[in-house]
């Protein structure tokens, strides 16, 4: 089911749970994403300060909830627009009409871009962490079978990123986020799969004169840093990482591993732990000899 067909045929039972969508992570950070807009085959320019193109399901709780105050009269339920942040002019609009049970493309009178835009950016001051969540799809189901949330099966999530960072860090003796070369996080896919993000600092030795350090790098230090990072390349593709590279200046590399779970019950299994661990140690010692 589309993401359009699922927001439409449950829109008021979301509203109906606004306040415990909002207060519940796994999901107020629901993700909703839409199409492309395409305009000749080519597709339209998306930006975070020109378009509404997809965000959370709370910032659109909060884009309706305005939108319903604003036009009440309104039957329209508005999902995108793309247009000017500063004029407010929409170039183009998405959105679904209750009474024709079709998709519009023209905005109501008067709605601008800040109409979407203002919330969003709200939603982002208000959480400014990207939590854990399930999709869309799962909300509504969880929504419809009701319970307590301890029984839901979402619940797992609220403390599953504290409970990796600390078994992990206990198992490779390496913290999240700390002064070390290596550093880790979980974080999602578009698919709210489970995705552990491994970041390699890479980076060369100036070359010394004496007691003083001179500005610049030795044809010897470059050959090892390049050697470094085509080692650290190589081993994570030998694990079936996806790898990629963020060049911070010269002679200094961010090497990026992703490892991809197929759900959230195999974070914290024994295998998947102790699988990082390997890694990380093996890339550890790599940068120690570098």
């Given at each position: 089911m589309s993401t359009i067909t699922t927001l439409v045929n449950n829109y008021d039972l979301i509203l109906e749970h606004r306040?415990?969508?909002?207060?519940?992570p796994p999901y107020c950070f629901s993700k909703v994403r839409f199409p492309s807009l395409r305009k000749h085959n080519v597709h339209a320019v998306e930006s975070p300060h020109t378009s509404i193109w997809g965000s959370h399901l709370g910032s659109y709780l909060m884009i309706w909830e305005n939108f319903e105050k604003r036009w009440p009269d309104s039957d329209v339920i508005p999902f995108r627009a793309v247009g000017s942040p500063l004029s407010g002019r929409i170039a183009q609009f998405i959105g679904y009409?209750?009474?024709?049970?079709?998709?519009?493309?023209?905005?109501?009178?008067?709605?601008?871009?800040g109409a979407m835009r203002r919330y969003v950016a709200r939603f982002r001051e208000l959480f400014p962490e990207r939590l854990l969540c399930i999709p869309l799809e799962e909300v509504v189901a969880e929504l419809k079978a009701g319970g307590q949330m301890q029984s839901r099966p979402s619940y797992q999530l609220l403390e599953l990123r504290k409970n990796f960072y600390q078994l992990l860090s206990i198992m490779s003796g390496i913290e999240p986020d700390g002064p070390a070369a290596i550093s880790y996080s979980l974080n999602q896919n578009y698919k709210c799969q489970p995705a552990v993000k491994i970041d390699v600092l890479i980076e060369g030795q100036r070359r010394a004169s004496g007691n003083a350090v001179v500005m610049g790098y030795s044809e010897q230090a470059e050959e090892q840093f390049l050697e470094s990072k085509r080692n650290i390349e190589e081993l994570a593709l030998g694990y079936?990482?996806?790898?990629?590279s963020l060049e911070r200046g010269h002679l200094s590399s961010q090497i990026s591993c992703m490892l991809l779970l197929d759900r959230n019950e195999t974070v914290m299994q024994k295998d998947t732990m102790e699988f990082i661990t390997a890694f990380v140690h093996e890339a550890e010692q790599m940068c120690n000899r570098f």
């Open positions: 306040l415990e969508v909002m207060a519940y009409s209750k009474s024709t049970r079709s998709i519009i493309t023209e905005a109501p009178q008067g709605f601008t871009t079936g990482l996806a790898v990629s």
